[in-house]
């Protein structure tokens, strides 16, 4: 049985960046273990640890060197290695040489092309000490790192500055150097607990002795769990819980080796400000936990975890609330400010802001956005002056001082500054929904005039940053198009909005300035905008050649090309399915040979055998019922309806010669097939399907 030990890998640095440092450490983890494999090393399970200023792989049950490999070269055929006296050619020789081995212990191999020389050995397996050097030297330079950076006076790069290595291979140190820093079998603890070495006799003792000795806890998902329970505990004593914010646990967590929680409390006169200026500060900025009641209320307290034990955690506690204090009186300064004049004054100054050197002021994407939202309006049949209104008012926050302290919180607080001057509740609302949804899996907006306005402002932008030449190239998305698009996209099969997305993009397209009105960008913003969704369909499982077969006829209906992507998904477990996909591509390919050279009707005079007239009657009954069906969107229907279809349609090509010698017999059949193929291109190209 080969012999295994535990591998301990640590590299030290300074503080990590937070947001990274789960992604980092699995990525160190993956790229050792992707190293053993290509080494042919045996292992067990890797264990990551990470903290903000270590990332450790634990590697359980590492073989102690590479099992030997038997190779087998073939060489030159006998006649090449052997000249007419017997005697060996340069060609044997040199061979031999350089596998290694005599010419007398080469074998002779017999093929089918004839007998060629044959050398095989067993190579000794590497031992497993002298291969970890590259091996963890290839892991770190492997990782996702959008930026490195250099230190002292040092060549080498990482994501922060290496201070020191552990790596351990069972009781063996590993003598390396890595990052300008030599290993050894030493950690270290906590920057202020614990700051000198800490040696360690096996990989296996490492965990534990960081925590007894060295104040930090190494594990990830534990540290967080305290962190967890500590937050819920100081939230149940003052009758509070915290938000489920598993991304600021997470951040929380990375910026901690040795947690503590701590209970602090606010001024109660700040709830008078809105809640989500005081979250802002709370989470973002400051990296707090706020507390809410049982109704969601938020409470004058918060909880702040400290990354120190110390022995006087009232001065920590007093350190968090005086740092939140001047953030809250600036907050409660400005928001008192900009209630003074109520948002239909700032109007003006939106064209003072610019949004695009060749597209204008914010005022004229505001004046296109209210356009194209009393177009969108009226043709669902809704009353457009809450809609037009929101978008009036929509980018007026811009200019208040809390956007300015507060950026993220645009569209909210434009929201309560419409209630404060008395608009309708429907128009403070759509403007807090203008921006939804802001991210991947985000709520869309709840109400019309909301949804309207979301969908106007995203088409208007597409349409107008298109028009300028700047559509994303690679990586390059300054203005979020990507985020525009499949956001458009979600509004107008989610909420659902039935409009046609080329007529919005189009209608959206008069509204640009003169010197752009030449550059009609509707065809490519809305082949960028459906090609988005072959994305958004597949992160909801649904297999690629669904999505294919009703993209690829480019619906201008987003909503009802959903309904019929679903409905293909479903159809591909039904029993004709395979059936009825492999007649519709012999159709296809049959008309894709004779494309123009059909007449534009079918003449049942020139029905020479029976299956033609069958088949004219049945799709005839097929074409009265689809248009029944779609409708009412009754689309799994349709599927069945036209898998109706698959007898007569085998009958026929079973029966009829479609190239007959009469071309006008030949035209007419032709027809006939174009005709069924148009139907099934009402809902689908089953052609894309692909059946296993």
């Not at 990274?20 to 990551?48: H, M, T, Y």
């Not at 190494?218 to 967890?228: G, K, N, S, T, Y």
């Not at 007239?613 to 799709?619: D, G, I, R, S, T």
Request: charged content about 25%; some cysteine.
């Amino acid at each position: 049985m080969q012999a295994v030990e535990d591998l301990l890998v640590e590299i030290g640095t300074e503080e990590l960046p937070p947001k990274a440092l789960l992604s980092l450490s699995r990525a160190f983890c993956e790229g050792l273990a992707d190293g053993l494999r290509a080494q042919d090393l045996p292992f067990g399970d890797i264990e990551p640890f990470a903290t903000p200023r270590r990332l450790t792989c634990l590697v359980r049950r590492l073989a102690e060197r590479q099992p030997d490999q038997r190779i087998t070269r073939r060489g030159p055929t006998l006649s090449a290695a052997f000249d007419s006296d017997g005697q060996p050619t340069k060609a044997a020789v040199g061979f031999a040489r350089s596998c290694g081995i005599d010419l007398q212990e080469l074998e002779r191999e017999e093929t089918d092309k004839g007998v060629y020389l044959l050398a095989s050995w067993t190579r000794a397996g590497t031992a497993t000490a002298e291969l970890l050097p590259d091996l963890i030297k290839g892991a770190l330079a492997s990782l996702p790192i959008p930026k490195r950076m250099r230190w002292s006076s040092f060549d080498h790069e990482f994501v922060r500055p290496v201070h020191w290595a552990c790596v351990l291979f069972g009781n063996t140190p590993i003598a390396m150097h890595v990052l300008g820093v030599t290993a050894n079998n030493k950690t270290r603890g906590h920057r202020f607990h614990h700051p000198d070495p800490i040696a360690i006799a096996h990989p296996d003792d490492y965990a534990e002795l960081l925590r007894q000795r060295g104040f930090v806890e190494p594990d990830f998902a534990r540290r967080r769990a305290h962190i967890v329970a500590q937050v819920q505990a100081l939230a149940e004593a003052v009758g509070g819980q915290p938000a489920d914010t598993p991304a600021l646990f997470d951040e929380v967590t990375a910026l901690c080796e040795w947690p503590r929680a701590l209970l602090c409390q606010f001024d109660p006169h700040y709830l008078r400000l809105p809640r989500e200026a005081l979250i802002e500060t709370m989470q973002e900025n400051q990296r707090y936990f706020p507390l809410y009641d049982a109704q969601g209320t938020l409470l004058p307290h918060f909880v702040a975890v400290a990354n120190i034990e110390s022995a006087a955690p009232e001065r920590i506690r007093v350190g968090n609330e005086r740092v939140i204090r001047p953030r809250f009186a600036d907050a409660a300064f400005f928001f008192d400010q900009d209630r003074k004049q109520p948002l239909e004054k700032l109007i003006p100054g939106l064209d003072s802001l610019v949004f695009h050197e060749k597209l204008g002021s914010i005022g004229d994407k505001v004046r296109r956005v209210c356009g194209l939202a009393q177009h969108i309006a009226r043709q669902i049949e809704i009353d457009d002056h809450a809609v037009v209104r929101a978008a009036e008012l929509a980018k007026c926050d811009l200019l208040t001082r809390m956007i300015f302290e507060f950026p993220s919180l645009q569209g909210i607080m434009g929201s309560y500054y419409a209630l404060y001057a008395g608009e309708p509740p429907e128009v403070a609302t759509a403007i807090a929904e203008q921006y939804l949804p802001r991210h991947a899996g985000d709520a869309l907006p709840n109400t019309p005039s909301g949804q309207i306005l979301a969908l106007a402002d995203r088409i208007d932008t597409l349409i107008a940053i298109f028009a300028t030449g700047q559509r994303p190239s690679g990586t390059k998305d300054p203005y979020a198009l990507r985020r525009s698009a499949i956001s458009a996209a979600r509004l107008l099969i989610e909420t659902p909005l039935a409009l046609d997305l080329r007529e919005l993009l189009k209608t959206a397209a008069t509204a640009l300035p003169e010197t752009l009105a030449a550059a009609d960008p509707t065809d490519a913003v809305f082949d960028y905008v459906v090609d988005r969704l072959y994305g958004y369909y597949q992160d909801q499982g649904i297999h690629h050649d669904s999505i294919d077969a009703v993209l690829q006829l480019r619906p201008r209906c987003l909503r009802e090309a959903d309904q019929r992507i679903r409905a293909v998904q479903r159809f591909k477990a039904h029993p004709q399915s395979a059936e009825l996909v492999a007649l519709y591509k012999r159709l296809q390919n049959l008309l894709k040979k004779t494309e123009g050279r059909s007449p534009q009707t079918i003449d049942p005079a020139l029905f020479q055998d029976p299956a033609e007239l069958a088949l004219y009657q049945h799709v005839a009954q097929v074409r009265l019922a689809l248009a029944e069906l779609h409708r009412n969107s009754a689309y799994d229907r349709c599927l069945t309806t036209l898998a109706s279809l698959s007898q007569p349609i085998d009958e026929y090509f079973n029966a009829v010669m479609v190239m007959a010698d009469n071309p006008e017999i030949q035209a007419n059949r032709l027809q006939q097939l174009s005709e069924i193929r148009a139907q099934f291109l009402s809902l689908a190209d089953l052609s894309k399907l692909q059946h296993s």
